[in-house]
């Protein structure tokens, strides 16, 4: 379970729209990237979809159910940021429970979801690390974690590779595709990498200024690009 419906949803900020219209159906299990310019309402988009935006109209349908007026913790949507967002108090074991913990999930079940969590991102010898105490990659793989341990229908990236060096970008990048396998969930990844896109995704959508330019698998935006704007994009000629 995990299909989002998105539905003409516009968003203005005063008197700027900055999506104009969107319309996009994602399957279950899918893996969509978001990709286009900056400032083209990559982030925005995102959340709306988790709640932490409202939109100015159109619907946001999560398997089958309008969440628009859902509050974001109750849309079982899970968001990984660029900067992480940890908590630098918390060790890592509870900067991964404490969403759960805020829920009321018991304290055997919290720690049996850590477990599994930790054991997949190889976060095991870190558990009672704080933030501080870790790499980048490392404090990624934290944020990706606490997403992991809600067990959300939906994960939502926001560009979670862009703070880290080239090495680990690469596989912070295998260990996210190596989680959607394994997972079979839904995942929605904004980035404005090429690479990144081609090879992570089931589908490809283009955004351009508030606007989708096209939707489609990495090689049928590459081999048919809709316009030159997709063409520069993707890398392919045009
Ligand atoms: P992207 O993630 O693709 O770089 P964003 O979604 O962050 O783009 O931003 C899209 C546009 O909306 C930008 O012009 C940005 O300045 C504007 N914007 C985003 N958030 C706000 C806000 N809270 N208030 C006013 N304008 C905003
Ligand atoms: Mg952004």
Not at 38 to 55: F, H, N, P, Q, Y
Not at 125 to 137: F, T
Not at 195 to 217: F, P, S, Y
Request: some cysteine; aromatic content about 6%; proline content about 5%.
């Amino acid at each position: 379970m995990g299909s989002l419906n998105i539905e003409n949803v516009k968003k203005a900020f005063g008197p700027v729209e900055v999506l104009k219209g969107i319309n996009l159906e994602v399957t279950d299990g899918e893996f969509v990237v978001f990709v286009g310019p900056s400032g083209c309402g990559k982030s925005t988009l995102l959340r709306v979809i988790a709640g932490l935006e409202d939109s100015t109209s159109g619907r946001v349908v999560i398997d089958g159910e309008d969440v628009s007026a859902t509050p974001p913790a109750k849309r079982g949507i899970a968001m990984v940021f660029q900067t992480y967002a940890l908590y630098p108090h918390l060790t890592v074991r509870n900067n991964m429970g404490l969403g759960l913990k805020q829920a009321g999930t018991p304290a055997a079940e919290i720690e049996r979801r850590i477990g599994i969590a930790s054991s997949m991102l190889s976060l095991e010898p870190y558990l009672e690390r704080r933030p501080a105490e870790l790499s980048g990659g490392q404090r990624q793989r934290v944020a990706i974690g606490r997403a992991v341990v809600r067990e959300p229908k939906l994960f939502l990236f926001d560009e979670p590779l862009s703070n880290l060096d080239a090495a680990l970008r690469v596989n912070t990048r295998l260990e996210i595709a190596q989680l959607h396998r394994r997972l079979k969930a839904t995942m929605i990844y904004v980035t404005h990498d090429q690479v990144e896109a081609m090879t992570l995704a089931d589908k490809i959508v283009v955004l351009n200024a508030g606007r989708i330019e096209q939707i489609g698998g990495p090689m049928e935006l590459y081999n048919s690009p809709a316009n030159e704007f997709v063409a520069g994009f993707i890398g392919s000629p045009k």
